[in-house]
């Protein structure tokens, strides 16, 4: 007998992918008894013909609006007798989903199907256990994963996501900004109950799914888009509506329940911003029936603030209740951080909730967009990780997807974040310690060392031809980006020959690449900030030049919470700790000042009536379009781990550190804890009248501590 499982269904196909575009996929299952109640839900890329026991039982048409959501198959037998079945799904694609050079890392993901079949003691999910011309099926992806993303009216439980490690919190803690013609209740448990009489009728348009799309959150914008247009044109400003706000901004979901006689159906807008929420195009816009003594739970998205609707006969009453839940990764927080410094203690906090709610699937770079693993976002990001969780599978499952980019590509098309993702891989094995992981990926270290050196000129060690050289959103010269895409070139051959060394059986073959050569001057004399920085951070500047260059550095727009973190962490390295604290207290600090719940992907510094109209990338997009929770700006927790903590990795894995307490200005004690794979360092100080720190430092057996040149500066208790 096949039971009521928690396997959650996984994209599955032939071997042979998307060069084999008609195939048949097969399951065999035996019944003790009979079934009742039993349904068949299917999601695929191509036509797919259902035929149980031989028989053709039903089909579902190719199209795109198939790849969106489970659809049940309303011609499958409803009850099923016991013995032996055979369920067929014979398969025929004509256009697999799209690729193109920013998303090849998901050229093995093209086609797929997904389903389950269930009943009161019967489930079965698409996994490997199925066959596929005499063979076990491969499993394309899993639930959640990019190109399809989250998939409509499967059952709530399935927010587990593939990998089975997403959880739900609920979420009591929001407010009443303003509402019309609905009386509302909160209660001590957090259900929201509305009510009132409905005043509008209206047809809701139903989203037209006529295109593939390149990655989810593509798709959903464009759906927004189409609904939110609707919106403004139907004048629904009579119907009761509500808006509310999160105590922060949270992936999130909510259920809708309603207790009244008569179907209801709200259309809802989720943002980050009041603003947004007001005069975005492409907010967060999506609508749904629900039926009497129904529930309906949405998808999770983004956002902190929502506006409900209410759509129904003029004169019946409505009576709703709602259950709001945040969704991702449940960590354990390990690393720490409390000081008699407000400002400090919240830029802390709010990095650390930033970067936790973007572990979902991958460790994404925002939870409104793109809900993507970019590899620059999540090199930035996981700098907080290593210090705060004890947990890196959202971080190594993210490492591997991008790597999956194939020889002769760039990842996410940008030939810098290859090279991040190198670095990222070094970054990794310094703060874990993780032997085994580097070397399961040594064939996509290999594959990717061989595409950069392909392009690099022998004699010179600089790119033969000029790529596309995007290092980060401030406007910078040809000359200025080619230069620094080299500065990042310098760093990432680095990294690669620090893993050399640290596990010689990788024999990466980069003893032999030169170092690229850039005149010291290229950097010194050029505007632009992230250049200076990464020049530094290559060796491309010696001590001297990176002093003199610091020296006359303030920041000011344009600037970015990138270019920040880069301009504090080379002050601080050079020991000019206090004026790189005071960078991530202006530029962190100017986002609490607006009331950030989350960082930022960008940040304007002059102020602004709407600030989230105001930000932009200068040369991309700009305005709502912004995210206003993105990972990479979760850096300052690494900051302040090193160098107001004081503990910094000198060896993998944290078996050496060093420990430099610092007090910034304003700070007369501190205490936390910096999670590493030994166990938690704990560390205490505090100001005395003289002004030396009593610091304290408890570490895990096998760390050896390097205390470095303190001199007077610091007493040890």
Known sequence: MMVVTSAIPKWIWHEDGASRLQHVLSRELHLDRGEEKVRLFVAATGHVEIVWDGVVVGQLEEHPAHLASFIRIDAFPDSIAAGRHRLELRISCTEPMPIVDVNVHLQERRVGCIGYLEGAEL??????????????????????????????????????GGYGDIGTKPLTDYGIVERSGIEAIGRTNGVLSLSGTHTVQAELPSVRRNERHIFYHLRKQQEW??????????????????????????????????????????????????????????????????????????????????????????????????????????????????????????????????????????????????????????????????VLWNDFSVLKRTILELGHTPYGYWMNSIPAYTCWWMVNVWDYYLHTGDRAFVLEIKPALERHLRWIVHHIDPETGMFVQRH????????????????????????????????????PELGLAASGIKRPTIPSAAFRSSPSLITLMLGAESGCLDEEQERSVLSGIAVSDPVTPLSAFWLAERLAATGKTEEGWAVIERVWGRMLEEGATSFWESVTLAPSADFHHSLTTYTAYESYRISLCHSWSSTPVQWMSRYILGVKPLAPGFAKIAFQPRAMPGMNRCEGTVSTPRGPIRVRWEKREDGRLAASIEAPQGVEIEYGSMGERILLR
């Not at 009579?238 to 706000?245: F, M």
């Not at 029936?289 to 009453?317: H, K, N, W």
């Not at 895409?485 to 051959?493: M, N, P």
């Open 123 to 160: 489930w079965l999910p698409t996994d490997e256990r199925w066959d596929s011309a005499g063979a076990s099926a491969r499993v394309v992806c899993l639930l959640g994963e990019e190109p399809y993303g989250d998939l409509e009216n499967g059952p709530d439980w399935f927010v587990r």
């Open 468 to 503: 596309q050289a995007f290092i980060e959103w401030v406007p910078m010269t040809e000359e200025d980006a080619w230069h620094t895409l080299h500065a990042v070139l310098a760093i990432a051959l680095s990294s690669v020959n620090r893993l050399n060394e640290e596990i």
């Open 225 to 386: 888009a189409e609904l939110r247009a609707y919106q403004e044109r139907a004048g629904l400003g009579e119907a009761p509506w509500i808006v509310l706000e999160m105590d922060a901004e949270y992936n999130m979901r909510f259920r809708v329940h309603n207790d009244s006689g008569r179907r209801a159906t709200i259309l809802w807008n989720g943002a980050e911003s009041l603003t947004e929420l007001e005069r975005y195009a492409g907010c967060i816009t999506e609508s749904f029936p629900v039926d009497p003594g129904g529930s309906f739970t949405i998808l999770p998205q983004g956002m902190r603030y929502v506006r409900f609707c209410l759509i129904g006969l003029p004169g019946e009453a409505f009576d709703l209740r709602i259950r709001f839940e945040e969704v991702g990764v449940m960590l354990e927080q390990i690393g720490q951080f409390g000081s008699d410094h407000p400002v400090a203690d919240r830029i802390y906090h709010t990095s650390v909730h930033t970067n936790r709610i973007c572990h979902q699937t991958g460790l994404w770079d925002g939870v409104k967009r793109d809900r993507l693993n970019w590899t620059y976002d999540f090199y930035m990001a996981a700098k907080a990780d290593y």
